[in-house]
């Protein structure tokens, strides 16, 4: 016998039992058969399309850190409503670029019912009712120092924040928002948020808390995108949840629901699959991830250079999401997906 035959050692057993006469390759067998038992499915109504807007007419600036990514002027914008609504993507969130001459300390220009976020909200509105709008509100687009709230002495003011954050919530739900979705992580946020909202007569516009965002690396391209890249001194710790942290991420879930979240956002998404699966399981709301900048251009550049196939990647991360438990996505990638699950 050739001593290098693989022998069956004395005594062992065949598969079927060590298997018990279950093989679970049964069911991956053919493409009918795996289409049945598929557990969970990506479809447009998962979709939520981050877009960024800045000022102009007719404008579509490209994004270097984000390719196929733009700046949208507001008509611009419409038209990217219209196409959206049109594949029946359900939601948009709109991102402003604001020109530095409008940055102050305090990010003062979110207070303006005509700034770009609020004048967007009208256009898409009018031109295109049936999409649902969520408007990021947070100070960072319009602070001179690109924090999410008002630095005073080298300190992120809490309360005086939320306050300023509560009445920018109110201008954009007057604008039209659907959705507010707050994302600067301040303490107590939620509960005036939807207080002012209520006093106002928006008891029926949502929030969807960004209840666990983390400090994160991954966020790098979306501060080119919105320009706040070179502005922000120091980082993001004092508000932001530390990334090695879990059960935190739950507190903060479990206070915002308390204060009267109506949905909850993890961000980034990929690398906090964990974060969602708990939310999940233990508050059972809606629950949304939000695909960053980061993580979308890591599948861009990977894939421009060849080394993986961009869509299928694309398509997988997104699954990934539903597996966890996701309700939606909150992704730069919803107009091609949508495309692609259109057929
Ligand atoms: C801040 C905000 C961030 C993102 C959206 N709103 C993070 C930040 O700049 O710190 C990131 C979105 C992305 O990376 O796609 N309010």
Redesign the pocket.
């Known amino acids: 016998m050739n001593k290098f035959t693989p022998t069956k050692p004395a005594g062992a057993r065949n598969v079927d039992e060590i298997t018990g006469s279950r093989r679970l390759r049964r069911m991956r067998k053919a493409d009918w058969s795996r289409r049945l038992v598929q557990e969970n499915r990506l479809t447009v109504d998962d979709l939520i399309w981050?877009i960024f807007l800045t000022g102009g007419t007719n404008v579509r600036e490209p994004i270097d850190a984000m390719p196929d990514v733009f700046r949208l002027s507001v008509d611009q914008a419409v038209r990217e409503a219209e196409r959206a609504a049109k594949l029946g993507i359900p939601a948009i969130a709109t991102?402003p670029n604001i020109e530095a001459g409008r940055k102050d300390e305090a990010g003062s220009h979110i207070l303006d019912p005509d700034n770009l976020i609020n004048a967007a909200t009208r256009a898409i509105k009018a031109a295109v009712p049936h999409i649902g709008i969520i408007t990021?509100v947070?100070l960072?687009p319009f602070t001179s120092h690109g924090h999410?709230g008002i630095l005073r002495d080298g300190i992120i003011v809490n309360d005086e924040t939320v306050e300023q954050v509560a009445a920018a919530a109110v201008l954009q739900a007057a604008a039209g928002a659907d959705i507010i979705a707050p994302?600067?992580m301040m303490d107590g946020r939620i509960g005036a948020i939807r207080d002012a909202l209520d006093a106002n007569g928006f008891q029926d516009v949502a929030i969807m808390s960004y209840a666990t965002k983390f400090a994160s690396a991954?966020?790098g391209?979306?501060?080119e995108a919105i320009g706040?890249q070179g502005l922000l001194k120091g980082d993001?710790k004092t508000y932001y949840i530390d990334h090695a942290n879990s059960d935190e991420a739950v507190r903060e879930a479990e206070q915002d629901l308390a204060e009267g979240a109506d949905m909850l956002m993890v961000k980034p998404g990929l690398p906090y699959l964990d974060i969602i699966r708990r939310l999940k399981d233990e508050f059972a709301m809606p629950t949304f991830a939000?695909q960053?900048?980061?993580e979308y251009s890591m599948i861009k550049a990977a894939a421009a250079n060849g080394w993986i196939d961009g869509e299928k990647v694309m398509l997988e991360s997104l699954l990934a999401f539903k597996r966890a438990g996701c309700d939606g996505i909150l992704t730069y990638f919803a107009p091609r997906v949508a495309e692609i699950l259109k057929g």
């Open positions: 981050p991102f990021d947070a960072d999410d994302s600067d991954f966020y391209p979306y501060r706040t993001k939000y960053v900048s980061g």
